[in-house]
């Protein structure tokens, strides 16, 4: 009984630990003050100007910025990882397998920095202005390796003859992928896509050497110049507390949803 | 046509538009980032950029301290870490999957916020920023890295084994320690790998945290790649790939790397 008792309090403690930083963004999200820790009387100002038009149009224009490439990024990635899902675990030769799957590893296990000088370096070299597409094809390759490590478990469950059986019965290959496979791995994609917004719109060191020199920013590289500057945007604490607050409650939602068996199912 | 149109109906072709994506966008810029490493500003093949790098103190140095504050970060984590994924492994609480998806929140909210978040929890409680902030602030930030694989190990475990012990008389202390801690080690592995290169390698929170007082191996990366010196990043950047290559020969389980990506 004292030991279970231990056992929780420790694991509070350290939540509470962990929880501490977001908690003081957030109660101090509704003081005025422009200094963090200064305490103006409640208010929820800056709130309000946050969503005044106009009144924070880099930051907004940043977090639009964020959530438009992590939308593309992932949308692109999901299709090129399924497709490619579907080819590499179809290929005979054992040899091009492994190196597709080393190649599918590479940026997963790369560090993000050398992810994002790599990608800076190539196009440097190739002479491409950096900018809106070149930053959506650098998310596109740093997610799309999960969409084909979420999809490929899918695969392997599945009965490999029921695709040459659809174009045995006379199914063109893309019907045959659209009514036979895509049903079964359906599962894989939504995770694969998933993951991949949350990596998009949450990068920074890929992003801060790709984002160009046109003016480009996302909400991490917009914060990053920001604290640079010193003096951090007040309007950052609600910002925080509203994307804190959602991701809450969409993850708590996602997992109460698919619980115990589903859940062991997903995680795969 | 039909040609075509049977090489398409080929599944395994499915593979090759993939194949040329990762060959300009994975393999091509990591060729780059040797080529670069090896050439003087002016073009043209050269060693000056090495040369610089052993006689300059200043990045081996940092190399050096980001591997301490690496191991350290990695040392705390797995000590706070391994007794959490060990609790909540063992079921003591009736919604145990939303006490696991609490310690994992944090991994998705962005690093800078998360980092700021920090800083502003410092200068709450007037603890003025440096190299034990940076600490604090690394294991705040890795910790759930940690935590995730172990957990997902522990998990799997075969009960039957600790039951086994128990059964040939092995008192609690001795069935974690000759049964669960071994069985458990993958876990932990991979927890290192998650947690101690990217604590080397990262810049922004080494920054933000230390009122860039203090420098890690990333923060001279983007340092050098930013003042346009590209051949010198480049060589700092063959660097870190080759010290990732070198801990990955460790870690031969490809998909336990990629544990964070099992959450969803």
Redesign the interface.
Known sequence: MKR?FL??A??WL??I??????V??GV?SFTEAKV??NWTGFSVGLYKSLFTSGAHEALMSALLNTLIIGLVASTLATA??T??A???????NKRFKAA??T?????????????G??????F??LGVTQGYVTLT??H??FC?P?V???VMPRLKQMNPNT?EAA?DLGAT?SQALRKVILPQIKSGMV?GF??SF?LS??D??VS??NVGTNGLQT??TF??AD??KGG?TPE?RPM?TI??VV??AI??I???RT?TNT?TK??? | MGKIKQFFGRRSSWSIPYLIFMLIFVVLPLILVVFYAFRSPQGGFTLDNIKTFINEKESVNTLLYSIGIALINTAICILLGYPAAYILSSSRFSSSSVMVALFLIPMFINVLMRTLATVALFGFIHVPLGQATLIFGMVYNYLPFMILPIYTVLQKLDRSYIEAAQDLGADSMRVFFRVTLPLSMPGVVSGIMMVFMPTISTFAIAELLTMNNIKLFGTIIQENINNGMWNYGALLSLIMLILIVLTNLFNEDKEEASAAGGLI
């Not at chain 1, 590893?105 to 993000?112: F, M, R, S, T």
């Not at chain 1, 000088?117 to 190539?122: I, K, N, Y």
Request: aromatic letters at 12%.
């Open positions: 279970n056992a929780k420790y694991i350290l939540l630990l962990l929880y501490a930083p977001m003081i963004i101090f963090l820790g090129l990882g497709v490619s579907i080819g590499i675990f179809n290929l005979r597709m799957n190649m599918n590893n590479i940026p997963i296990l790369n560090a993000d920095i050398i992810t000088v790599s990608l800076f370096l190539l440097v070299s094809l650098c596109v390759t799309t999960y084909v490590l979420s695709f174009l290959p995770s998933l993951l949350i719109i949450d920074f060191e801060v050497f909400l991490s914060i990053y604290s640079r951090l950052l925080i994307t804190f991701i809450l993850l708590i996602m997992n109460l619980k859940q997903t995680l795969k």
